[in-house]
């Protein structure tokens, strides 16, 4: 293996040397005594395409003898005459395990007296060096990969052992992201909304599991593509807090919103409505009648569905109040609350019979958030309680950035409802 051959393969480790380092590192490549290459085990290796580096290969005290001298190239550059001048000098080294793409190497940091020296080659608290191995650590997660099953991975694959704490850590790099994210403003106007919450288990600081509430808004905007607008955690689903979601929104320069898909939950249109004043609020048809189900006997929930169905599946709204007319007629004496509840929220219940087909296919549910937390669900189902909020936020955000890729597309016939929302709401939805 001649030298450039060794110097073509040690560059893959991907680090960026300083000019002075690089010269004590080809120094150092040319000077090493061929005893410490075992050449033939080198050569053996490479046929069988194993590592060169790492634990057990023939090249690994090559590798930590790079980067040793890279480290030493960098401390003999911070050490200038005018550093010296000021009375600072070496002071030992602090020798610690780093994870490559070739296995785990141990390099030995020097240091130095007033602890101005910032190494590059292997930074501070750095016990990953190379960027693709954290990037398909991430990306692992981000795909609901236990950390255990990435550790048992990274062993098997790179002879490289990672523990949960370093996992987490290099995890924790999405975070910023995340608070960016948050604070990005918005569009001032959305077609149309969709508001509901996915519930979990996280451990409170005592260690005990409690239920956290993800809140999310999924809007579609002017183009007619999904977005989500924000995600919010909290310790439980309430009109209050959902003020609050509504309040981040409109801080964030959303302006108007056309049509809120919601569920049943009480208090909440008066929320959105007490912020966005003009917004349409549609309950979702699907929760009611599941809810009114629930309170039916047995022997009778496949008739009564029946019956509700003529009443949710009426072309139009006075169709539909002849329906209930006739459902409180049958049903009403037997079950007088489930009647009382389609009765109390019928004006929200009915607010889809305003709109063309097309646009009532979209509205009467919250279908399409419900959607995207399926997808969501398919990532987190592993988690059973998760260790915190932040892991929490971690993991959903990464889901929903890889569900984004997706959103590419507009929805389906949105010129045709683009143009119908445009007439209906006139000034409020102009798209020209």
Not at 142 to 167: N, P, V, W
Not at 251 to 273: E, S
Not at 287 to 312: A, C, P, Y
Not at 339 to 364: C, G, H, V
Request: aromatic share 8%; net charge positive.
């Amino acid at each position: 293996l001649t030298g450039s051959k060794i110097l073509a393969r040690v560059g893959q480790i991907s680090v960026a040397f300083p000019h002075a380092t690089l010269r004590l590192v080809l120094h150092s490549l040319f000077i090493m005594d061929d005893k410490e290459i075992d050449y033939k085990r080198a050569a053996e290796q490479l046929r069988k395409g194993e590592p060169l580096f790492g634990k057990d290969g023939a090249l690994a005290p090559m590798l930590e003898r790079i980067l040793n001298a890279a480290l030493e190239g960098e401390m003999d550059a911070h050490l200038s005459i005018d550093e010296r001048s000021k009375g600072n000098r070496r002071n030992g080294k602090l020798a610690k395990q780093v994870q490559t793409c070739y296995g785990e190497v141990t390099v030995e940091t020097p240091r130095d007296r007033d602890g101005s020296f910032e190494p590059q080659t292997v930074r501070k608290r750095e016990t990953i060096l190379a960027e693709g191995m954290a990037d398909q650590i991430i990306n692992m997660y981000a795909f609901g990969t236990s950390t255990r099953d990435i550790s048992k991975y990274f062993e098997r694959e790179f002879d490289t052992k990672l523990s949960a704490e370093t996992i987490s850590s290099i995890t924790d790099r999405v975070l910023p992201e995340i608070k960016s994210w948050r604070s990005r403003m918005l569009d001032p106007v959305y077609a149309i909304c969709w508001l509901d919450a996915i519930h979990y288990k996280v451990k409170d600081e005592t260690g005990r599991a409690v239920s956290r509430a993800i809140y999310n808004v999924l809007g579609i905007n002017k183009e007619g593509h999904k977005e989500l607008l924000g995600m919010y955690v909290s310790k439980s689903e309430g009109a209050n807090f959902w003020l609050e979601v509504l309040s981040d929104l409109q801080n964030r320069g959303v302006r108007d919103i056309l049509i809120c898909c919601v569920d049943g939950l009480k208090g909440f249109p008066d929320a959105i409505q007490s912020v966005f004043p003009d917004t349409s609020v549609q309950l979702c048809i699907v929760h009611q009648i599941r809810n009114s189900i629930k309170h039916v006997g047995s022997k009778h929930q496949k008739e009564f569905l029946s019956d509700l169905k003529t009443v949710s599946g009426a072309v139009s709204k006075e169709t539909a109040e002849t329906q209930l007319d006739a459902l409180e007629s049958k049903w009403g004496e037997t079950y007088p609350i489930v009647i009382k509840s389609w009765r109390d929220n019928w004006e929200r219940l009915t607010e889809y019979f305003q709109y063309t087909p097309a646009i009532r296919k979209l509205i009467y549910t919250t279908n399409t958030v419900e959607g995207y937390h399926r997808q969501v669900r398919k990532v987190t189902k592993n988690k059973g309680v998760f260790p915190s909020d932040t892991a929490l936020e971690k993991l959903v955000f990464l889901a929903y950035r890889n569900i984004r890729e997706k959103w590419t597309m507009p929805l389906a016939n949105w010129a045709q409802i683009s143009q119908q929302l445009a007439i209906k709401f006139g000034e409020r939805f102009e798209i020209m």
